[in-house]
Every structure is written in structure tokens, then in C-alpha cells.
């Protein structure tokens, strides 16, 4: 397997994911969505919302790889962040049609995306505006990886909460995706 191959797989594991957190979520009242929990981005809601943010300004970012993914160009249409605990989505529904657009744009550019551009230095600014640069591949590498140490953080007040999200394992999805060949 190719790395390429690993982040097209990340992809579908974040989608896939996403799709179970929205699951698990909606059998809960708004209040207990909001409900500060003392978790670093409070709630539920802001831990989703905190994703949200990320996923926005690293796909912002990656739009500028030499490449110029064409599957990223929806998302300079999207507001800045101006704060990582910014609240993008206010309710649930909206959270979801906004993780979804983001989801499937996150698949169109995994799959546009070819090996060769994983080496490739980018450079772009912190939110406090500091300059910095990554390799391409690192950069992908930390967006798969902030995105699974989130939902972790969000399955355990979910959890808390009495509401089992399920296999939360990547082999879980690996197994399913070859039981259907």
C-alpha cells in the first residue's frame, strides 16, 4: 500500500467516523449538546465546532499547495476562523451539512491528491500570522491525527452522556470495506 493509498483511507475513516458522531448526537437535547462538560473546547458542540474550525483552516491552507487541488476550491468561499474555539455551526443540523460538504471535499482532494505532492514544502501562517512550513505529507499526516484526537475527546463525553458511538476503531472500517468486496 502506497501512503497515498493510507491518506485516501484516512479520508473514508474521517467520514466515516463524522457520519457515527452526527448519529450518536442526534438522540441528544441541544442543552446537553451545549452543556459545559469542563473538556477543553467545553461541550460536545464546541469540540464539534473546534473540528470544524481546523479542518477550515488547514483545507485553506492546502489550497495554496503548488498543485492548486480544484476539490479545494470551495473552501475560499468559507469564512476565516478567527478563533479555534469559534462556533461555525450553532445547532446540529447545521453542524452536519457543514461536516458533510467538508467530508466529501476532504474525499475529492485525497483523491485528486498524487504521491509527489506529499513532499512538497508548504508554507503558510499560524492563526497568530508566524510564519511556518511543513512538508505537505506531515501536514496531511496532523489534520487525520487532530481530527481522530478530537473525536476521541467527543465520544467520551458522549459517552458520559450514555450514548455509545460504537467501534470507533480504524481496523472496524478496514474490515467492513473488505467484507464488501
Known sequence: MYIIDHVRLLARYNQWMNGKLY??????????????????FASISGTLNHLLVADV???????????????????TALANP?????????????WQAMRERL????MNWSSEM????LDVVLE????????????FGDLVLHLFNHQTHHRGQVTTLLSQ????????????????ERSMK
Not at 26 to 39: H, I, V, Y
Not at 103 to 106: A, G, N, S, V
Not at 114 to 117: G, I, M, Y
Open 23 to 40: 448519529v450518536a448526537c442526534r438522540g441528544l437535547s441541544e442543552e446537553s449538546l451545549q452543556r459545559d462538560r469542563k473538556a477543553f
Open 57 to 75: 483552516l488547514w483545507l485553506k491552507r492546502f489550497h495554496f499547495h503548488p498543485r492548486g487541488f480544484i476539490s479545494l476550491q470551495a473552501v
Open 82 to 94: 478567527v478563533s479555534l474555539d469559534q462556533i461555525m455551526a450553532p445547532s446540529l443540523p447545521e
Open 103 to 106: 467530508d466529501e471535499m476532504i
Open 114 to 117: 498524487v504521491e509527489q505532492d
Open 124 to 135: 503558510y501562517r499560524s492563526m497568530s500570522g508566524e510564519a511556518r512550513e511543513n512538508t
Open 161 to 176: 452522556e450514555g450514548v455509545d458511538v460504537g467501534s470507533t476503531d480504524l481496523l472496524a472500517l478496514m474490515s467492513s
